[in-house]
């Protein structure tokens, strides 16, 4: 079929061309595909409120031979009115450059797309702390991904109590008595992985009401930022510096 008819999250909008723009989109039906709006920095084109980053639109697609192009788009909701606070931006930047950089073209994830819908979502009244609805956002992407940390145990001996040590290689926990000797890593306490383990199996709902230490709030970005370098290929993420910059853990 010549068109596609499908909700969609623009991930990224750049300029292109004299008027265009060139979108990275998470559809419902096809997963990430990019598009071409033609016309849309003019400030009367009708695609131009549609194909902003932080929205979520219904678009009808033309599929040409390599990208498709943007035939009509409509805002079902756009969330760049809560991204006027800095820290949300940086937030909701680094949510949607995540999603972009590790989910591949072309093959469908409703529950990504929803994933991702609702943390935007949630930037927008959240009361809990924003640094583990970010850390809540990464696990939960990689879970959905495939990516699945061994964490429950220490994967030699199968000890429950820690404090434990994460192995990037061996993609797994180990107590201090089978550590592996001279290989780099990241330590986690009992209540590190007491925390990781809750954040695993809590709902978006119950983050709200979770709270920790900053000590722990930091060997768990630790561990999750070493998982993600090693297990896959993001490379640097821009949001993810201004973050660092600005009070991240």
């Not at 820290?87 to 930047?93: C, D, L, M, V």
Request: aromatic content about 10%; overall charge positive.
């Amino acid at each position: 079929m010549k068109y596609l008819q499908t909700r969609a999250l623009v991930l990224r909008s750049r300029p292109f061309a004299e008027t265009d723009r060139l979108l990275t989109l998470l559809t419902w039906d096809e997963g990430k595909i990019s598009a071409k709006a033609p016309g849309a920095r003019r400030v009367k084109s009708k695609l131009a409120a549609a194909v902003e980053v932080f929205t979520c639109g219904s678009f009808l697609l033309y599929r040409g031979r390599t990208i498709f192009t943007v035939s009509q788009a409509q805002v079902d909701v756009s969330f760049r009115e809560q991204m006027v606070h800095v820290e949300n931006y940086a937030r909701g930047h680094y949510f949607a450059e995540l999603t972009e950089r590790l989910i591949p073209e072309g093959e469908p994830n409703p529950d990504i797309f929803e994933h991702l819908l609702a943390a935007w979502s949630s930037l927008q009244e959240w009361q809990g702390d924003r640094e583990l609805l970010t850390r809540y956002f990464e696990l939960r992407l990689l879970l959905l991904l495939g990516f699945q940390p061994h964490c429950e145990n220490c994967l030699f001996c199968g000890d429950l109590q820690g404090p434990f040590y994460w192995n990037a290689a061996a993609g797994g926990l180990f107590c201090e008595r089978c550590r592996p000797p001279r290989q780099p890593g990241v330590s986690l306490s009992r209540g590190s992985h007491a925390l990781l383990r809750a954040m695993q199996r809590i709902s978006l709902r119950e983050l709200k009401n979770l709270r920790a230490p900053q000590g722990q709030q930091k060997e768990l970005a630790d561990f999750i930022r070493q998982f993600i370098q090693y297990w896959t290929e993001t490379g640097t993420l821009k949001s993810l510096t201004f973050i660092r910059e600005n009070g991240d853990p």
